[in-house]
């Protein structure tokens, strides 16, 4: 069974530039999260959707901005993008909102490198 | 606001010893508390939950604690090898939308 899924692996953009992060959740699962890891630092929350709606929103400007479709799969967009953007992003899935005995599952992530 | 920090940034030990990594949290009103393994520009792999009502669970090699009243749990990873160099992030769920996490603990276990 796969698990969390995220595309593409690396990607490297110009200040200004706009991006989409996409994001395939476990089979099942309804609930999906973005993170986002600076280099040495632990994730911070940008979002978590469930079932197609924002259930959660962290401290980040309304540059980013998601959304879930019917098959539960996320994108997550960033426009006017800063170096500062730059980092390591990561989905998370689980099974629903709040909390199960199985807590959250993350995929690989994706490499965002402004330039 | 919940804030997570972990104790020490980063560890060297050599590859047999037995280690304790911790993790504190300033607000006690949690959900649970999970444990996460990152090897270097890796996604994160889930280790261990704890549900708030629970003081231990284990797997293995490793053993988590939690003290909800305190404010503070341990991982305990016994008899370490070089496999397990990496940085473990402790992460809280108490809004139930999210988690919030530690800095981490960066392990290098020397052969």
């Known amino acids: 069974d796969a698990g969390v899924t995220q595309s593409p692996t690396h990607l490297i953009k110009t200040r200004g530039q706009h991006v989409t992060l996409r994001c395939s959740p476990i089979s099942g699962h309804k609930s999906v999260s973005w993170y986002q890891q600076v280099l040495g630092q632990g994730p911070q929350f940008i979002f978590q959707y469930y079932e197609k709606e924002e259930r959660g929103r962290g401290n980040f400007p309304d540059r980013f901005s998601a959304r879930q479709f019917p098959n539960y799969s996320s994108e997550l967009n960033v426009n006017a993008l800063l170096l500062g953007d730059s980092a390591l992003y990561l989905c998370a899935s689980s099974f629903r909102q709040g909390v199960d005995n199985y807590g959250y599952t993350f995929g690989s992530g994706t490499r965002l490198t402004v330039v | 606001k919940q804030e997570v920090t972990q104790i020490p940034a980063a560890l060297s030990v050599p590859e047999g010893e037995n280690l304790v990594l911790n993790c504190s949290f300033t607000d006690s009103a949690i959900y649970n508390l999970q444990w996460f393994r990152q090897d270097p520009g890796k996604g994160l792999t889930s280790l261990l939950l704890i549900q708030s009502s629970q003081r231990e669970q284990t797997s293995g090699r490793l053993n988590a604690s939690l003290d909800k009243s305190s404010g503070r749990s341990t991982l305990y990873i016994a008899a370490s090898q070089p496999g397990d160099s990496a940085t473990y992030l402790c992460?809280?769920?108490?809004?139930?939308?999210?988690?919030?996490f530690g800095g981490g603990t960066r392990l290098m276990v020397k052969p």
């Open positions: 992460a809280v769920n108490n809004a139930g939308n999210m988690l919030t």
